[in-house]
């Protein structure tokens, strides 16, 4: 199995002049060798992972997949090859994978909106096989049979040789259930982590094999599971969101009258400096979180601590001169989890972990049903901070769309209708933290440009539409004079700035240190309204930067942009940076 070389030229960063298809010739060589060298070793199969065929291809592109597997595959002697695609259709390139010498072509039927037209209109090679991607790769829950087998029979009327499969390779999915000791009998019997899809694959495989599917104990099973609803709750959540209104999603008075209201109000000097919310999570932070779920501190002993840490946060960020202070976030294991666990309607696990980027983990919650909020989650914290100082204290939430996004969703209602039923939640806590006298409340966005999908088509109806007005909803019905703030991690923001603009926040704070401010030019042309602190520095890297290099990064920030409009923050929480990286004014 490896990346195949049309998904690798398109990923990869070219510097200077050089193109992909100046690369072809060494690339087609390199893939060659491979394949020679598992011909002498007399492998069977070579799966090659082109994702890259499912996003929008222009006719170059396909000229350059082309180029690239008619000549790798010249000579490819008796191993098979199976190109592999997931994530959508290859609505683009069908036809070209069908002309090519592919031994295989892995399709995606989950995400894959059009795969069955597409096999519908063009036919399927009988000499190719057809590996169909049947079972989510991409979430938790158990497959519904009666949904696949139709699937299936379709899909075998039009290719005569089938491999079931998963829809994408299980990375995105824990390992396996077994292990999991705290979750009900009855939570269990819908899920299906790694292991449970393979168990699954064999079941389909046994029921088609007979000659009446329906009459299988595992398929009579699996629909009972599906005729029934999960969820006894009443449809208070679902009522709540079904009688929203555009007001619900308007803030008013409008951004620039809000931002003369608030600078009046607030004062601040030019250039006001703030953090983006956690402080370092230091070894006793964690122990005392642990210490309290073990059970062996009281939970009055365990916030006693949380307080003491809050006080002599906020006693430094004073030191230090910051004008917008937070009070640390010392009770979060996680922006996600916290907020997860405090919510009803969230599920957890003990072990379902999966990669989120780079060598990070999480244990995203699981969305099991109505989302509602019972009391207020951050307010005692916030409060507390807030009557240590004169000086403004932020209250810190994350926000709908990045709080289902890092969970499994459900798969019977939209991800919209989530969406909204979280941001109705985390409305109440805004407006709970108003009503307490916190003045800037900060609605972290991190990942929101994380499920953009792949296709620019959609971008708007499949997400946006949606995602940014969830965002809206939390902060509508706020004060003029209540200061909103939203941050975003790594990613790049340049092509959905205008939906950023659109979220109607009155402060972002996003990376842009890594980014060569290259996003401060599409602020710039979009004539972005919203005040904005790129990150002076890189809380990710080890390298602390000397003075000079942040004066002149933000000497060139301001050469760009209004400085009534900039704040200086670094580019993301500190949590993972040891105490060091404050002291730098
Ligand atoms: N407010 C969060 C923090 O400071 C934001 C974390 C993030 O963007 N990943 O930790
Ligand atoms: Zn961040």
Known sequence: MLTGAFTLLKLAKFTGTKKAKDFVPAVVEAYSAVLNQLNSLGAEWLQLDEPALVTDLSAEDIALFNELYSRILSAKGSVKVLVQTYFGDIRDCYQALQALPFDGIGIDFVEGKQSLDLLRQHGFANDKVLFAGVINGKNIWKNQYKQTIALVREISKLASQIVLGTSCSLLHVPYTLKHETKLTATNKQYFAFAEEKLQELAELKSILAQADPQTSALYTENEKLFNTSRLTNANAVQNRVAALTDADFTRLPAFADREAIQKAKFNLPPLPTTTIGSFPQTADVRANRAAFKKGSITEEQYKQFNFDKIAGCIAQQEEIGIDVLVHGGYERNDMVEYFGECLDGFIFTENAWVQSYGTRCVKPPIVWGDISRSKPITVEYSAYAKSLTHKPVKGMLTGPVTILNWSFPREDISLKDSALQIGLAIRDEVLDLEANGIEIIQIDEAVLREKLPLRHSDWQSEYLSWAIPAFRLVHSAVK?????????????????????????????????????????????????????????????????????????????????????????????????????????K
């Open 480 to 584: 003029a004079e209540t200061q909103i703030h939203t941050h975003m991690c790594y990613s790049q923001f340049s092509d959905i700035i205008r939906d950023i603009d659109a979220m109607d926040a009155d402060v972002i704070t996003f990376e842009a240190s890594r980014s060569d401010l290259a996003i401060i030019d599409s602020i710039n042309e979009c004539g972005f309204q919203t005040e904005v602190g790129p990150g002076v520095y890189d809380i990710h890297s080890p390298r602390i930067p000397s003075v000079d290099e942040i004066k002149q990064g933000l000497g060139r920030m301001l050469g760009k942009l209004d400085a009534e409009k900039l704040w200086v923050n670094p580019d993301c929480g500190l949590k993972y940076n040891g105490p060091k990286r404050l002291t730098h």
